[in-house]
Structure formats: C-alpha cells, structure tokens
C-alpha cells in the first residue's frame, strides 16, 4: 500500500511513532496529485516544495498534535496565510490575505500539513463553477460548492479537507464522490476568515475516508462531549428511517440507498423505525432558501459596489432581491426554524440517529449542475449535525450515500453512531 492510500486515521498512529514520516506522506499524495490532477482538477492552488518544507517541519516537532502530519485540502474561500484565496471569483486572483482562518490555523497548530487550496463554486455560493470533475466519471459534476475538496479525498490525492455548507455544499458532495464528509453542529467551528454568505447557515465542516478521520478532526475542533463514550453497541442502537417532506424529488437510486441502509441495519440488529417529521418541516426547506437569499443581499454588496462588472449576474441579483424577499417572510422564516430545531431535538434519546437521503441520486452530468440540495438545506437550518456515509451504487455506477443526522451539539454521538454503523452501510 503507497501511503496516500492509508485514511488519516490509518495513517496518524504511524506518524506520531514514527514509522511514517510526514515528508513521505506529503510526497505520496503530491505524485498521487501529479497522476490525477490534470483529469480530477481538484486544486486552485498546490506549491508542492511549501508543501514538502511544512512537512518536514512537522516532522521535526517537538510535540505531536492530534493531527499531526496529516496532509490536509483547504476549500478556496477559507483564508491560508501562505496561499490565495481566489473565492473562485476573478475579483480576488492572486489574493492573500496574509493570515489563516480560524479553522485553519486550528489544524495548523494541531499538527496538519495544509497541501493547497481546492476549488469551489463561487464564492462558494453560485456563479462560475469548479473547474472539478468527479473522480469516479469525468463527465460528471463532484458536486458543489466544495468541490475540490471532496473530489480530491476521493480521489486519494489527500486524506482529509476542508468544506463549507450552507445549503448542501457538503454532505451532497460526499454522496456523489464517495466519500465520508461531517457538517457538525451550526456554530461549533468558528468561521472567521471564511467568506460569508449567511451567518444563519454557514457551517464548516471536513471530508475524510471513513469515520475515524471525521473524529481525528472533530477532536482538533474539541466538540463538546467527546470524551463520554456513546456505550452502546450496534444491537442496541435505535434509528429513525425519516424520508422527509421531499420524498418525491430523490431518484430511484436515492430512495433505494436509504430503504438499502435501513434494510442492512435491521439485518445488523438495529431497531430501524420509519419517522414521519410533525406538520411545519415540510416549510421548512423554503425558510431556508428566504433566508438564504435574505442574508445574501448583504454578503455580497461590498463586491456589488466596489467590482460591480466582475461580479456573476447571480450575485447582483441577491444583492438586488430580485427573489423579493420581505422582512416579513424573514421573520416568519427564522420564527419556524426556532420552533421546528426544538421539535426535532425532542426525537432524541428515543433515538440515536435520523437516517435521510444526502442527494436526489447519481451526480449530475456536467459541470453546471451541482446537484439539488433539497435533502440537505433544511438540515442546515435546523442547525444539527449530519454526516455522510457512503452507500450503494446508481444506475451509472455512481456512488450514492446517505447521511445520518442527530441533535443540535450531539455531534460526539453522532460519531460514535457512525463508527458502528457506517461498516454496515457501506457495505
């Protein structure tokens, strides 16, 4: 096995006894990189001998944090000191900001080699797309907006990177490449240095390859109850099978990889009960597209007054409320999401997990076609932890995943429930 094969959390034990180094990690994933990227296109920006030169710092480390070592892929609208950050926007080329995002120094000071900065939608929100095709089939799109970030952990080019979810920029594109990805609870990482779009939604979150990478990083971030074992084996775990008010619009494959995961899990010896969600969720997916576009009026009118003629159409259009959005829709939209996070947190302990759809299906052909976020965004505006877990294959061959969701600030269980499921699943 080459090392770039190994999961991060394969790969850190050997790093921290040192029977891997960092600096033949890096050097692992960089001709992993230079096999795969003119294909996958997964980075806006990789300077391979900083690269090394980090690596081999790391390796001469006095202490050894929890990620230490680690290859690790930053999407291109969170702040690296060293690096651009484009926002894939041609208003900000050849940017550095001179200093790290919160998040990023986080990994940094714990010990992670940041490899470059992967592409994205624009501004990680609409406009130009990714100039990334899905490593699986090239035609494809990986889906969006943390494009590069899931295609190049699929694509073993990295272990582990960064992504942002606002809508399902995350967990959609971890079911159409492949790969395990983690939106932890809606506040828990600081998102400083990290461009913003909604202050209500913005969430960032990481890809890795199984669930022992997603807690390699969630114990950098030092989530809240990590340290208390869930204490239940797979026999004793009760989920909820929640099709959700958008049924309708997953495809056939996506509906069968989430009755597949249900029908795996009883087998396995989980209670697998189906839920159907209380009357006011089935608003809930068009609170979180008001306030989305609400918010984003503002997120953009620096650039809107100030590069006016650089800036995507879609971009003038939220800063012009072209959608119409009233201060009264907002209102009533924060108002439901306030009332239906509390419901939805009252479904647990009676269970450990919600298990849902991550995407409508395959991915889309294409490069403009993200996907439809319809089985993510309301989750995002409830604010919960979901991580995605892949699944079975499409009609194409395609990877389709679905995710398991708990409450608010359960993300520590959350993990635990995905360790001991996530073998079953992904089968």
């Known amino acids: ?41 997964a980075w806006t920006f990789l300077d391979p001998q900083l690269a090394l030169t980090s690596a081999r710092e790391a390796d001469k480390a006095y202490t050894r944090g929890v990620l230490h070592g680690l290859p690790m892929g930053v999407k291109d609208m969170i702040d690296t000191a060293d690096m651009p950050t484009t926002h894939n926007s041609p208003i900000y080329q050849g940017l550095r900001q001179g200093r790290d995002a919160a998040c990023v120094g986080v990994v940094r000071g714990e010990g992670a080699v940041i490899l470059g900065k992967t592409d994205t939608v624009e501004f990680a929100a609409g406009g130009r797309r990714a100039l990334t095709r899905n490593p699986h089939d090239p035609t494809r799109t990986p889906g969006g907006s943390s ?33 395990y990805g983690m939106k932890p609870t809606h506040g828990v990482v600081n998102s400083e240095g990290a461009k913003r779009y909604s202050h209500t939604l913005d969430t960032i979150g990481w890809y890795g390859r199984c669930p022992g990478d997603l807690r390699l990083v969630a114990q950098a971030f030092r989530l809240f109850g990590l340290e208390v ?14 099709r959700g008010p958008n049924w309708h619009l997953a495809g056939p494959e996506s509906q069968e990889a989430v009755l597949l995961a249900g029908r795996r899990l009883a087998a396995a010896g989980v209670a697998v009960e189906e839920v ?26 620096a650039e809107y007054l100030n590069a006016h003629a ?13 959608s119409g959005i009233t201060a009264r829709q907002l209102l009533a939209a924060h108002d439901l999401a306030a009332d239906c996070r509390r419901r939805f947190d009252a479904l647990f302990p009676g269970y450990d997990a919600v298990l849902s ?9 294409g490069r403009e076609d993200t ?4 089985f993510n965004s309301m989750w995002t505006l409830l604010h919960v932890p979901c991580i995605g877990i892949p699944c079975t294959k499409g009609p194409n061959g395609l990877p389709v995943g679905v995710q398991i969701i708990g409450p608010r ?12 499921v996530a073998p079953v699943i992904d089968a």
């Open 1 to 41: 096995m080459e090392p770039w094969q190994l999961t991060a959390s394969a790969a850190a034990p050997m790093l921290r006894d040192g029977t891997l180094t960092a600096e033949a990690l890096v050097r692992s994933c960089l001709e992993r990189i230079a096999e795969r990227e003119p294909v996958t296109k």
């Open 147 to 179: 494009s590069g970030s899931a295609a190049a952990v699929a694509d073993g080019m990295v272990p582990l990177a960064f992504g942002t979810q606002t809508g399902g920029s995350l967990v959609r594109p971890a079911s159409f490449c492949g790969v």
């Open 229 to 242: 074992p869930l204490g239940k084996t797979l026999g004793r775990l009760r989920v909820a099978l929640c």
């Open 276 to 301: 159907e969600l209380p009357a006011g969720f089935d608003e809930v997916t068009e609170a979180q597209r008001v306030i989305l576009m609400a918010e984003g009026r503002g997120a953009f009118l």
């Open 310 to 322: 650089l800036l995507h159409q879609d971009f003038r259009d939220r800063v012009e409320n072209v």
């Open 357 to 365: 759809p991550a995407s409508t299906g395959e991915a889309p052909v």
């Open 371 to 374: 996907g439809n976020p319809v």
């Open 409 to 420: 600030l359960g993300d520590a269980a959350l993990l635990d429930v995905a360790a001991l």
